[in-house]
């Protein structure tokens, strides 16, 4: 993995400290071209990995892509699966066997909706699952996946239930179809950790909230360290900045400093933020090799 990946809450109106900046960013950001401005001035700064939801925009976004390979010759996308609201408005609209055939591949649609049918009637989970990820998946076609991620909405959901064989499937199923390396987005990373394990998920890809603060790290703040510290997991930073609490400089210098974090995950919708936190991490943690 890169050491910066770029992220999309700024995109959909997402701010975890203000509101206001979340409706302006959303009001900004209702043309696609004006997402692909942002994400062109982090490519041509080095930033070659896009960690983004499978929002309708982002199918967009991968067009645009795959329309231009010699620009994009090294644009990759992790996507982070599923996108809830996506699909609950769907349901609302379409009601749930039309939901499954608005997102189902257009390419064998029908075997894909038998599939569908059967594992619905049987109430077989993992032919479910495996559905929604191709689904989900269909957007990327053409373009790099080395790493699918399983949405922190979902991850969390299936931790506190305790239904912890779902992170098997996905993970099995993400390798075997795609090629790809599972990862997972929680809330909770020392928990999720443990749960991973007892499914025999060794040394797992896991994004999280980790800052110098502790803002939203679910679990304790010594939990996170103690895992970090351990080598059980290819950690991904995100919330690095705690939403502006922490200075840049002061949040990448504590980040680079701890074992185990391999990426850092963030986003901007400005020049000068995305210079100034490549600058950072290429001092840090050392320059990317894609740069």
């Known amino acids: 993995m890169d050491r910066l990946l770029f992220g999309d809450n700024q995109f959909f109106g997402i701010n975890h400290m203000s509101e206001e900046k979340a409706r302006a960013q959303a009001m900004r950001f209702q043309e696609t071209q004006a997402i692909m401005d942002v994400l062109d001035v982090a490519y041509d700064a080095g930033i070659r990995t896009f960690a983004c939801t499978t929002h309708d925009r982002i199918a967009q976004v991968a067009e645009r892509v795959r329309a231009d390979p010699a620009r994009y010759a090294d644009f990759t996308f992790y996507p982070c699966m599923p996108y809830a609201h996506k699909y609950a408005n769907a349901v609302t609209e379409h009601g749930m066997m039309g939901a499954l055939r608005e997102f189902m591949p257009k390419d064998g649609l029908f075997a894909t909706a038998l599939t569908g049918a059967r594992t619905l009637a049987t109430k077989e989970v993992e032919g479910i699952e495996k559905v929604l990820i191709d689904m989900e998946m269909k957007m ?3 373009t790099k996946t080395p790493v699918i991620f399983m949405q922190n ?3 969390d959901l299936l931790l506190g239930m305790g239904f912890t064989r779902a992170f098997r499937i996905f993970h099995d199923h993400v390798k075997t179809e795609y090629g790809a390396e599972p990862g ?6 020392p928990m999720l950790l443990d749960a991973l394990e007892r499914e025999g998920i060794e040394r797992p890809i896991i994004c999280s909230n980790i800052n110098k603060i502790g803002f939203r790290m679910s679990g304790g703040y010594d939990a996170y360290l103690d895992a970090l510290r351990s080598g059980r997991v290819r950690a991904i930073a995100m919330s690095v900045y705690a939403s502006g609490a922490i200075p840049a400089d002061e949040a990448i210098h504590w980040i680079s400093e701890l074992p185990g974090v391999e990426s850092i995950l963030f986003g901007a919708s400005s020049a000068a933020n995305i210079h100034g936190t490549k600058a950072l991490v290429d001092r840090y943690m050392g320059r990317e090799a894609a740069a």
Do not use: P, Q, S
């Open 184 to 189: 997972y987005i929680t809330m909770n990373m």
């Open 140 to 142: 990327f076609r053409g």
């Open 153 to 155: 909405v979902f991850v």
